[in-house]
């Protein structure tokens, strides 16, 4: 089962321990990516060597591939992709928003033609519900509407209604003890629609509450306006996840306000195009002028591949589209993440995160190294 303990706070600020079937993940912590039971170019032992203890991976993708029976055969996800970590499943519903072309929904679930076969499939709480436990996902996600950006107040209240009455099925189709279910807060952009998606969800009552529907198209001014108006209000002894969101500056904005839980694919997507991640921000390693730079990508950084290699040799691999170079530029990108996340909560401990908070600013605002 899972328990979530807040051991101290600074203002909104949260530092707790997330117990997951006697798996200790100390928060606020960072979630990699892993789609398809991947996360791309890393083995999952590289990514416990960086110190996650906890993955995403994607119902939809993986009830088309490999299936559901596939995974089965193998005692779970855990066994098919060799991770001894926590694993918490999307349910699905963030396919509705990013297939809207290939979907049709109706109150009994979403129709949708196939990515990859055009042929048909259909998902609803209940069959979410019993893939994830299929899958033996440590936690698992209500089915649920995420609602597009921009959309008009009637459009994201009908959204949100929907997902209500989902959360219900889906609550009600479980049939693990075990199975952690979080539910899902909606509402776009408008501070009284979450107000009744979040009082909803209580009143269902789950193990964790997620905030939906942000990080799709909204600027980061509305997405912390959101935050700062129902983070406070979500369930003190519960954690908080802020799910797709994002880049340092979304977490650490996002963290100011409450939130404990995150997940993204930023750190290795940004990656694999040349969009490293460092203290004084992004560096983009298409750029010309590091043709025949010698330095690493971050001086400070610990990171394999800072410690061995050159901005001019990345260059190089990015240049021939050579796979070497998606490798260690994911591994530089995803140990910034997680040395960000013990960060923040080192600076939690010793009562300095408003220290943390201006010092990632200002160095952000300091290109020298550039």
């Known amino acids: 089962m899972i328990k979530f303990t807040v051991k101290n706070t600074n203002k909104k600020v949260r530092k707790g321990v997330l117990n997951i079937n006697n798996n200790i993940i100390d928060t606020p912590c960072f979630m990699p990516v892993a789609t398809a039971a991947t996360v791309k170019t890393m083995t999952t032992s590289e990514i416990k060597n960086f110190g996650y203890k906890i993955i995403l991976a994607n119902t939809f993708h993986l009830m088309l591939r490999p299936g559901v029976e596939i995974i089965s055969k193998h005692g779970g996800i855990h066994n098919f992709m060799k991770w001894d970590g926590s694993i918490i499943t999307d349910s699905g519903g963030y396919q509705v928003f990013s297939l809207s072309k290939l979907r049709k929904i109706s109150e009994k679930g979403v129709d949708f033609i196939s990515p990859i076969d055009g042929a048909k499939v259909f ?42 009455i989902w959360g219900e099925k889906s609550k009600a189709s479980l049939t693990k003890e075990k199975s952690n279910l979080f539910g899902i807060v909606q509402g776009g952009i408008y501070d009284d629609l979450r107000d ?6 209580i009143n269902i009552g789950f193990d964790g509450y997620a905030i939906g529907g942000l990080s799709v ?11 700062d108006n129902i983070t406070h209000k979500m369930p003190k002894d519960k954690p908080r996840y802020l799910m797709g969101v994002g880049t340092p500056e979304d977490i650490v904005e996002a963290v100011i306000r409450g939130v404990d839980m995150f997940d993204c694919v930023i750190p290795t997507r940004n990656a694999r195009t040349g969009f490293l991640y460092t203290k004084n921000g992004i560096l983009k390693l298409r750029n010309s002028r590091y043709k025949d730079d010698l330095s690493p990508i971050d001086k400070d950084c610990q990171c394999y591949t800072c410690k061995n290699y050159s901005r001019s040799y990345l260059k190089h691999l990015d240049n021939c589209k050579e796979i070497l170079g998606l490798r260690l530029n994911t591994i530089h990108n995803l140990y910034y993440y997680h040395n960000l996340m013990e960060q923040i909560r080192e600076s939690l401990t010793l009562n300095k995160f408003d220290d943390f908070v201006k010092n990632f600013y200002q160095l952000r605002n300091n290109k020298d190294n550039y």
Request: with cysteine.
């Open 196 to 201: 009744k998606s979040l009082d909803g969800l």
């Open 217 to 227: 198209g909204e600027t980061s001014e509305e997405r912390n306006k959101v935050l």
């Open 123 to 164: 998902l609803d709480p209940k069959k979410s519900i019993s893939l994830q436990e299929q899958f033996n996902s440590d936690i698992i996600m209500q089915f649920d509407e995420c609602t597009p950006y921009p959309a008009d107040k009637k459009t994201a209240e009908s959204s949100l209604d929907l997902s209500l």
